[in-house]
């Protein structure tokens, strides 16, 4: 299958105000990508751009969207698409959620949440761009998920279980797409170094705290 070619094509990244999206940014801008960048913190969205544009790279498109709602990907597909034409590539980064023992945390609105986020808010941006990618030919869509897919613990079930959706929604469209050209490409991290430790005792309940912080390394501690 033929690379996807970067310089000057449209990208809409979700999830660019901190993190693996911000970095991210800055890599597909250096490689020429007209960016489309969203996230709910737009004073980070603007920061971002200005770092670009200050590089004499082409500033991003900066658009506000909380994804935990229903209808916000499809208005935020159009606002790319008004801001950038037809999308080229689709990098479904944003990812939040909800801490706590699974048989606490059960379907509380965080958990709900965390589904629209990780799961429905990907699918419903997939739905609004690939149609067109698929009458093209060409174009891509990254979904980031998470190694906590194969490999959970406590405190994480209901989090885990969301990347695990999306890894098999991935798959799915990858065989679905694969005779039209567009790309499919599921991103798998592990744990980064700018994620703190899970707290030791969450079974309370669920935490509307961002998993931006829940994260933590797979490798498992020896017994003693
Ligand atoms: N870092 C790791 O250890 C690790 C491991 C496995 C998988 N991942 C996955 O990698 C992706 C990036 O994570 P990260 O580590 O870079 O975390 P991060 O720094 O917390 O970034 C998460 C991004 O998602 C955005 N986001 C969260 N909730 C949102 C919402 N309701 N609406 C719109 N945007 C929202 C955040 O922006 P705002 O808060 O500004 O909205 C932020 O830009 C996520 O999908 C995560 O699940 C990370």
Redesign the pocket.
Known sequence: MAKVALDGAAVLL????????RELALVLADRGARLAIA???RD?LDQLAQTVADKGQQRPKVIE????HRGAAQALAAEAEAELGPVEVLVN????GVGGCQWAVGDADAARDAFE?NYWSPLALVQALVPAMRERRSGAVVN?T???QVSTWPMFGAYAATKAALALATETLRLELERFGVHVVEVI????R??RRAPRDSCRGSSKR???GW?RPLRRRSRR
């Open positions: 979700t999830g660019a105000s901190s993190g693996i999206g996230a709910r913190r980070r969207a909380d994804l935990a980064n944003a990812g939040g986020i980031v998470s190694m906590s991290p592990g744990p980064s700018h994620r961002s998993m931006g994260e």
